[in-house]
């Protein structure tokens, strides 16, 4: 192996180690800080992107999320709605 | 030749065996994962779906302005480790496409500007409309065929109102040209459309899992570009972005794996 082609290897892992950690982080950061108000109700990611998926929030002007005007759902399951 | 021939359909074959376990996997519902996603394409509105599909996700939180953390983070750490791996051997719907692709018909070779039709798609339908046009029906879901497929279609069939006829007849009909250009062309939908794949092939070029060329053991024979499945030619283009790392072409012992 050339010095040229170690040096590149050397960066690669460094690439990736600093990817790691930033999307490591990216997810740590979420789970530890990020909050939605939801009905008014400190929410994680988490529970945004669940409800997200049966449409049952939407957000509104100032940011928060609330129940869509239109319900679109199902009530009778939490199962993802049909596209 | 023969022997290549032999080593590649093994290789297909464990491929696709991990393809149905990844099937099986994510298609127990009780698993209750849904407000995480899988770093695949897999409707989460599907009715067997245990997991979030990322597009979906990222659509809704672009809709939202919101930016999905965990998300970009699972699929940036799926991406750093094995780049496109997940397309080659974990994601359904190139399960889906890896089957069609098995009928004898006429194959077409897709011209090569067309790759870059699906960072258009992930800008474009996943990023941009939901932003500008929330609400509107002209998101990447509205037109997805793995949405289609898993969701739409079984819904309908269970008579669960997925929308207007116009939208659904719409929808069969890209469904319907996605699996016919699967069958004409090995991954036809990765290789083009898929914005996913397009998220993934950034990481190709430098993620810890690899192929490496033995440029020492290569012959010019061509095996590799005969077998690779989405057509690019792995000595000169390894780690290319369009690499599912299907490892096919590492059956030929020109190519090999390599970790870090």
């Excluded at chain 1, 939407?58 to 869509?68: C, H, I, L, V, Y």
């Excluded at chain 2, 692709?101 to 992930?122: D, E, M, N, Q, T």
């Excluded at chain 2, 993620?207 to 490496?212: A, D, I, P, W, Y």
Aim: charged share 15%.
């Amino acid at each position: 192996m050339t010095l040229a082609m170690q040096r590149s290897r050397i960066l690669r892992l460094l690439l990736i180690a600093a990817c790691v950690v930033l999307f490591a982080g990216a997810i740590a950061y979420s789970l530890r800080s990020v909050r939605y108000s939801v009905y008014g109700k400190p929410e994680t990611e988490l529970t945004v992107t669940k409800l997200s998926l049966t449409h049952r929030i939407e957000r509104r002007q100032d940011g928060k999320f609330s129940a869509p005007r239109r319900e679109q759902t199902d009530k009778r399951s939490d199962k993802a709605c049909p596209t | 030749m023969r022997g290549i021939t032999k080593k590649a359909t093994g290789i297909s074959r464990a491929r696709l065996v991990t393809q149905a376990a990844a099937l099986a996997l994510l298609s127990i519902p009780f698993l209750r994962l849904q407000s995480v996603c899988a770093p695949v394409l897999y409707c989460h509105s599907c009715p067997l779906s245990a997991m979030a599909c990322p597009i979906g996700v990222a659509v809704n939180f672009s809709t939202f302005q919101v930016f999905p953390f965990i998300t970009i983070g699972i699929l940036g750490l799926v991406g750093t480790l094995g780049g496109r791996f997940v397309c080659g051997w974990l994601c359904p719907f190139g399960l889906i496409q890896d089957l069609l692709h098995r009928i004898r018909a006429r194959r077409i070779a897709l011209p090569r500007g067309l790759i870059y039709a699906k960072y258009a798609v992930l800008v474009g339908l996943v990023l941009m409309a939901p932003l500008l046009l929330p609400g509107k029906p002209y998101t990447f879901c509205d037109f997805c065929p793995a949405g289609t497929l898993e969701s739409a279609i079984p819904w309908a069939v269970m008579g669960v109102n997925t929308g207007d006829w116009l939208g659904l007849s719409l929808r069969i009909a890209i469904l319907s040209g996605v699996l016919l250009l699967a069958v004409a062309a090995s991954r036809g939908w990765c290789r083009v459309l898929c914005p996913l794949g397009a998220m993934f092939s950034a990481f190709n070029k430098f993620s810890l899992l690899r192929l490496k060329a033995t440029g020492h053991k290569c012959t010019n024979c061509g095996a590799c570009r005969e077998i690779c499945s989405v057509g690019i030619d792995p000595i000169a283009e390894t780690n290319s972005g369009e690499c599912i790392r299907c490892l096919d072409c590492t059956s030929t012992g020109h190519v090999g794996i390599s970790i870090g």
